[in-house]
């Protein structure tokens, strides 16, 4: 299992980045995917996530409205879209699956613990 995640880069406040995550040996619709990020000196922490099989999606607060998780199933692609990129959205962005079974799906993939692939990271910054 691979996931290859990129679109990464450097844009000011207030623009958009759409950053996709490239899956390959796995059949990604039928896994739960998320995306964390790790900015420099403190943890990764949760972004958004989309269970298995389009149930749901999930968005921490710090980007609700701001950001909008998808799936491109005929690429095998998970994509998640930022807009009105704020500097503290600088980090390191990581997408991750797993096919674990949740009691609450909506709250299992909360947590970076519960992901058994991880992408490499792609890096964003947002500076003027």
């Known amino acids: 299992v691979q996931l290859q995640a990129s679109g990464g880069g450097l844009v000011q406040p207030g623009n958009s980045l759409r950053l996709s995550c490239a899956a390959s040996?796995?059949?990604?619709?039928?896994?739960?995917m998320g995306w964390f990020r790790q900015a420099p000196g403190k943890e990764r922490e949760f972004v958004a996530a989309?269970?298995?099989?389009?149930?749901?999606?999930e968005y921490a607060d710090s980007v609700k409205g701001r950001a909008t998780i998808f799936r491109v199933t005929a690429n095998n692609t998970g994509i998640l879209q930022m807009d009105s990129l704020k500097p503290e959205d600088t980090a390191v962005y990581y997408c991750a699956a797993t096919n674990k079974a949740f009691r609450s799906p909506r709250l299992g993939v909360r947590a970076a613990s519960s992901f058994n692939y991880w992408g490499q990271g792609t890096e964003v910054t947002v500076s003027s």
């Open positions: 040996g796995i059949t990604f619709i039928t896994y739960h």
């Open positions: 989309s269970t298995r099989n389009h149930y749901a999606t």
